[in-house]
C-alpha cells in the first residue's frame, strides 16, 4: 500500500436516498433495528471526516451500468 496523506475526505456516491439518510441521521426506527451496531462504522467514519457520503441521481452513477440492464445509449454515456 503507498502510504501518501490524503488531502480530504473519501467521497462516496449512493444513490439510494435512504442509505444516505441512515448514514447522516442515527436514529432508530422498527425499518432499521435490524442493522446490527458493527455495520455503522460508515457512520463513524464520516463524523470522523474520513469519508464523506453524498447523493448521486441514477442517471449518473457510473457503478449502474454493471448491475442493472443498460441501453446503448446509457452504456455510451457512462464509458
Do not use: W
Not at 480530504?8 to 425499518?31: I, M
Not at 453524498?54 to 452513477?61: A, G
Amino acid at each position: 500500500f503507498i502510504r501518501n496523506p490524503q488531502p480530504g475526505s473519501t467521497v462516496l456516491y449512493e444513490d439510494n436516498q435512504g442509505a444516505v439518510q441512515l448514514v447522516e441521521n442515527p436514529v432508530h426506527h422498527k425499518r432499521t433495528k435490524h442493522i446490527d451496531v458493527k455495520y455503522h462504522y460508515i457512520r463513524a467514519a464520516q463524523e470522523n471526516g474520513v469519508i464523506k457520503v453524498e447523493k448521486i441521481h441514477t442517471d449518473l452513477n457510473h457503478a449502474d451500468i454493471m448491475t442493472k440492464a443498460a441501453t446503448t445509449v446509457t452504456f455510451r454515456r457512462h464509458v
